[in-house]
């Protein structure tokens, strides 16, 4: 899964104010924004809000930098009555290094909500 084979549900780049003490980029910055692109394809398949109601199966496998252009990838690999999980993978590409490195990976589960926020049945794709 390259940005030559599909496009990122978001691409960003962090920057100095998002580091944490070690000067790398903080960990809940990436969860924010995997958060931000699960939520955008959420609401594609549910047709309307949703909330993240869990996160399951994070890892961070290298750090993030300042200067990164950070991608967010996305699948929905499970939708139930309510819920869908959606497995985020963000790869990013070194300032100077155009190779792609997968640095973290979890599946968020989100929940449809209706107008006052109690879920509501997710319509047929
Ligand atoms: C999401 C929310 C509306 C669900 O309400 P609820 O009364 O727990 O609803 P239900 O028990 O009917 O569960 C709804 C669905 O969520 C799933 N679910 C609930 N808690 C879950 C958990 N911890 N992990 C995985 N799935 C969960 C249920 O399995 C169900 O899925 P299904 O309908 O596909 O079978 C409610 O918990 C909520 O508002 N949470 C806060 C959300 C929020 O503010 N998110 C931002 C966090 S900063």
Redesign the pocket.
């Known amino acids: 899964m390259t940005s030559e084979t599909r496009d990122p549900i978001i691409r960003t780049a962090p920057q100095p104010r998002d580091c944490n003490n070690n000067g790398d980029i903080f960990g809940g910055w990436v969860l924010s924004q995997m958060d931000i692109a699960g939520g955008v394809l959420a609401a594609r398949r549910a047709r309307g809000r949703v909330?993240?109601?869990?996160v399951e199966a994070m890892t961070f496998h290298q750090p993030i930098k300042v200067g990164d252009v950070v991608s967010i990838y996305g699948d929905i690999v499970k939708v139930?009555?309510?819920?869908m999980h959606i497995k985020l993978t963000t790869i990013v590409a070194r300032k100077l290094d155009p190779e792609e490195i997968t640095v973290t990976e979890g599946t968020y589960?989100f929940?449809a909500?209706d107008d006052n926020?109690?879920?509501r049945e997710i319509p047929t794709a």
């Open positions: 909330v993240t109601v869990a139930g009555r309510t819920s589960i929940v909500i926020g109690r879920p």
